[in-house]
């Protein structure tokens, strides 16, 4: 219950997929079942390049559209191929955990970069790390603040990525899930000539994770080095998969489910708040999210440690992982991220009162 960062799995299409699955699997197309281009399924390519042309204002062509197993493998490629060991990279703080894991993992030396209401605080990086070789952010929905990063910063970033030559890396995971304002764009599309900036976007949130299916959109440049790296880590994504998704996204599903989750999700957000201004009141302050698919509930009283009631919520049931987990050491502030869009609307009231128990002392 509460857990951020998953869809509605209880709202899959799965009619749909199962009549597109079998499609393919009738097709027994001997492409799909061999050996398949690293980079993806040509069509599963054009369909999402044609996408981010139409949803996101990222005009790219297919050839830049590399399918990776999920954000992870994107991210973990970027860090590979782009930089050496030991090179520095800025990492927001907070950040999602697994994006710089990915990072350290290949040996970078992250450097946490406060954020703030407008997103990462690019002078604050260039004080602490100007010749970075790149930086890892999530400009559309800040994870795990929900700040929206400001068009100025979003020049700014880009401005010193040109100034120290180095890449930004656009983790852009639940963009387009907005309920109210208009979205700005993303630094790839803002980025004219698309030489500094690696899109990574993932079907993890649209649809579901469990398909791991994400893809990459690069400069033109570094698109041999990337399918090499595919190739060698792990080969191709599952052919058959991905020709139900090409499917999926060509004939329209993708753009109606997202249509109807964001309704749905609307209405699981507004539920949240309600729960918690009923039944939270003077425990947690939560500002009502404009996008994406959590909340934050800002302990009133910041002497309640996080992590002692994370851990105390699991046993409930509860998946509300604490605040402070997602920032660098010596910086924490307190408070637990809450889901809305996995818990099914009925269910949200009961989730926040069985959390509410947990912050009595008796
Ligand atoms: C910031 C961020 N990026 C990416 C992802 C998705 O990762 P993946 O596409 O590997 O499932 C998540 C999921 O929690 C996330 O929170």
Redesign the pocket.
Same mark, same amino acid.
């Given at each position: 219950m509460l857990a951020p960062?998953i869809p509605a799995v209880d709202a899959f299409p799965g009619q749909i997929w199962a009549r597109l699955s079998a499609e393919v699997w009738r097709g027994g197309a001997p492409s799909l079942l061999g050996y398949g281009d690293p980079a993806g399924y040509r069509p599963l390519r054009q369909a999402i390049a044609a996408y981010l042309g139409a949803m996101r204002g990222i005009a790219c062509t297919a050839e830049q559209v590399i399918v990776t197993s999920?954000?992870?493998q994107a991210i973990s490629l970027a860090a590979q191929l782009l930089a050496d060991a030991g090179d520095a990279a800025w990492v927001e703080d907070p950040a999602?955990v697994? %994006?710089r894991n990915a990072l350290s993992v290949a040996g970078l030396r992250t450097v946490p970069v406060p954020v703030d209401m407008e997103g990462l605080d690019v002078a604050a990086g260039e004080a602490s790390a100007a010749h970075a070789r790149l930086a890892l952010v999530?400009p559309s929905h800040q994870?795990p603040l929900g700040a929206v990063m400001s068009l100025r910063r979003r020049f700014a970033l880009l401005a010193w990525a040109e100034r120290a030559n180095a890449w930004v890396i656009e983790?852009d995971?639940d963009g387009e899930f907005r309920y109210s304002g208009r979205p700005l764009q993303p630094l790839a599309a803002l980025d004219a000539g698309q030489e500094r900036v690696i899109y990574v976007g993932?079907f993890?949130?649209v649809l579901a994770?469990g398909l791991r299916l %994400?893809y990459v959109v690069l400069p033109g440049r570094l698109v041999g080095a990337f399918t090499a790296g595919r190739a060698l880590a792990d080969r191709q994504s599952p052919g058959p998969d991905q020709a139900i998704l090409a499917e999926f996204i060509a004939r329209g599903y993708l753009a109606r489910h997202i249509r109807a989750m964001r309704v749905l999700y609307r209405a699981r957000r507004d539920a949240l708040a309600d729960a918690v201004a009923r039944h939270a009141d003077g425990l947690l302050d939560m500002a009502l999210p404009e996008c994406g698919l959590h909340a934050l509930g800002l302990f009133s009283d910041s002497s309640v440690m996080d992590t002692e009631i994370y851990g105390r919520a699991l046993r409930l049931g509860l998946q509300t992982p604490p605040l402070s987990a997602y920032y660098s050491p010596g910086h924490p502030r307190s408070g637990l991220l809450l889901g809305f869009a996995s818990t099914p609307e009925e269910q949200i009231a009961p989730a926040v009162r069985r959390l509410v128990t947990l912050f009595r002392r008796d």
């Open positions: 960062g999920g954000s992870q999602y697994a %994006g999530t994870y983790d995971y993932t993890s949130k994770p %994400g």
